[in-house]
């Protein structure tokens, strides 16, 4: 089993959708999880991250975050084509060595 | 501030060929990684480092080589290039407290024919 299980895409919505990207994990030793955004031929960037479980916000995006049943989600609100990317979730190991842990990526297009 | 720089942007090589990809951080982390990008296979980790003079292999190693002289480099080494190297490749640094992210640089894209 895959410690991050992400919901490969692509996903096609239309401009003003709501998005939801989902990841799992298998280990509930992990509390620190990220969302990074990686536009095409460019470097991941970090969008949200948020420590243990419940939401956080930031403007039209929400990471959430259940332990109990291991479930990483991110949400976007108002969908643009600027964001048009591939989402990345992650974790980190923080066992001792403190190494990166990252699902698959997820497409996302949005049409205007 | 230029955070995680990687050179060079783009490669082609020759089977059989070497060549050592850079990366440089001046953001004074102690952890840095490598990973390959292939398409629809996410992140992969290469090699690692927790700080100058130690590094440690992470799940795809074969075929390269890392150092860590000083704090700010971390070059990773192909030697002998394969076809099956042929991927995008991140090198990232983050500082030791757990709950922070990593920082990417923006990638060398290597095709090896």
């Known amino acids: 089993q895959k410690e991050v299980e992400q919901d490969p895409g692509p996903l096609s919505v239309p401009e003003g959708a709501i998005v939801s990207l989902n990841c799992t994990y298998s280990n509930s030793a992990f509390q620190y999880f990220m969302w990074y955004r990686q536009y095409s031929r460019k470097g991941p960037e970090l969008l949200m991250y948020t420590y243990s479980s419940g939401n956080k916000e930031d403007g039209r995006f929400t990471a959430q975050v259940d332990k109990s049943s291991k479930y990483i989600s991110l949400f976007i609100r108002d969908s643009q084509p600027s964001d048009s990317a591939t989402y990345l979730c992650a974790t980190r190991d923080t066992s001792g060595t403190y190494k990166y842990i990252f699902g698959t990526g997820t497409r996302l297009k949005v049409l205007a | 501030n230029a955070g995680v720089t990687q050179t060079p942007k783009f490669r082609i090589l020759k089977i059989g060929q070497s060549m050592t990809l850079q990366c440089t951080q001046d953001?004074?982390?102690?952890?840095m990684y490598w990973y390959r990008q292939d398409p629809g296979m996410g992140l992969k980790l290469i090699y690692y480092s927790v700080g100058a003079g130690i590094t440690d292999k992470g799940e795809v190693p074969n075929g390269y080589n890392v150092s860590r002289s000083t704090t700010e480099d971390f070059p990773l080494r192909l030697e002998l290039a394969a076809p099956s190297q042929t991927s995008v490749y991140f090198c990232a640094s983050s500082p030791p407290d757990r709950n922070t992210e990593a920082f990417f640089g923006q990638g060398t894209r290597l095709t090896v024919v």
């Open positions: 953001m004074n982390h102690n952890y």
